[in-house]
């Protein structure tokens, strides 16, 4: 028996530990070598609406303005075949040489010709597609509302485009956390992933320029992720995948008894190599013994709200005590 096996999505899954999106499911050897370290599922580099972008610009800026006008129509969608077929191509070999369910990943932010890409993953044989959502909410026109009503648009017209499962990786900006996580739950979906980690920016004092932030995020950071796991996944109908800051089996089983069905590996594995997957499982399987749990089921969701005696304690949020040395409310 596999102690580990789990489903996510609606797909069967070996064990909960799964590789995201990330340069290391960008190419067949490291695909293979996650395979191979027991991974449950791998996530195939996104495509990104704005990478598709830049390459039609640079293509377009080539030509001058109002001239060729078939052509700029011609450049546009050979820089959009490009990334797309690149990807297309990898899932395709990735299909036939792998057993684990692979996910793949498009980004978008726009209404825009998303689904069609969507259709061709279907096509060559992705088992499930993960919508990697995010728009920065940095435009003062654009409220809350507007801004989770396209989300939502795009959520829906891509269940409606596929008919494999679709599982949407989101962010942690939202104000409503809860009822947006319901609505888009109620688009359809059958995953959702929290939280993406975005590339951040910085500053460099000396030269006074914004510079990349590290890209790679630390052990310590799952906890908000930890918190609106276990606040959300017991509530909703949709399979919940925990990703950011998850580098070791007492943080993923922390995560899983939050009700998360699986774990998104990135940072870990681009730190310390794909070998860090196989030493999780092992250790996975040892606190399991150490705690006297048989299966995931044992214990996935042991930890949510729903089911806890304090409810009150998984919504503190303010350290009053230190300040007062009174109860938190
Ligand atoms: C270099 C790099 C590239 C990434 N590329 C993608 C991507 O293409 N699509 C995506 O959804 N997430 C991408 N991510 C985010 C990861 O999948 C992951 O959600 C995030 O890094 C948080 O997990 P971690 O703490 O284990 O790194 C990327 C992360 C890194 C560091």
């Known amino acids: 028996m596999n102690r580990l096996e789990c489903s996510y999505a609606g797909l069967k899954l070996r064990s909960p530990l799964t590789a995201a999106s990330s340069p290391l499911t960008a190419d067949m050897a490291h695909l293979k070598a996650l395979e191979e370290a027991g991974i449950g ?40 075949n490009t990334a797309v077929d690149a990807s297309l191509g990898l899932l395709e070999e990735a299909k036939k040489t792998l057993s684990v369910p692979v996910f793949v990943s498009l980004n978008c932010v726009r209404d825009g010709s998303w689904y069609e890409y969507a259709k061709r993953a279907e096509n060559v044989g992705a088992d499930a597609l993960e919508l990697n959502l995010f728009i920065l909410p940095s435009d ?5 509302a507007d801004l989770e009503r396209r989300y939502l648009q795009i959520i829906k017209k891509t269940v409606r485009s596929v008919s494999i499962p679709v599982c949407v990786k989101l962010g942690s900006y939202f104000t409503g956390m809860t009822h947006f996580l319901k609505e888009a739950a109620g688009c359809g979906v059958k995953g959702i992933v929290l939280f993406n980690r975005y590339y951040n920016i910085d500053f460099d004092i000396d030269s006074e320029n914004v510079v990349p932030a590290a890209p790679l995020s630390s052990p310590d950071e799952y906890l908000t992720t930890l918190r609106w796991i276990a606040l959300s996944a017991a509530e909703l109908p949709v ?15 922390k995560m899983i008894a ?4 699986t774990v998104q590996l990135c940072s870990v594995l681009m730190k310390d190599g794909v070998a860090a997957a196989e030493r999780m499982r092992s250790e996975l399987l040892a606190l399991m013994d150490r705690k006297g749990y048989a299966s995931l089921s044992d214990f996935c969701g042991k930890m949510a709200q729903e089911r806890s005696a304090d409810p009150s304690a998984y919504e503190r949020h303010q350290y009053i005590r230190f300040l007062t040395g009174s109860e938190q409310k």
């Open 258 to 261: 939050a009700g998360a069905k």
């Open 239 to 253: 399979d919940f995948a925990a990703a950011t800051g998850i580098y070791s089996a007492e943080t993923a089983f």
């Open 41 to 80: 599922a791998v996530v195939l580099k996104s495509v990104f609406e704005e990478q598709i972008e830049s390459e039609s610009k640079a293509a377009l800026d080539g030509l001058s303005a109002g001239e060729f006008a078939d052509a700029s129509v011609y450049f546009e969608n050979f820089a959009k």
């Open 140 to 144: 003062v026109r654009d409220s809350s």
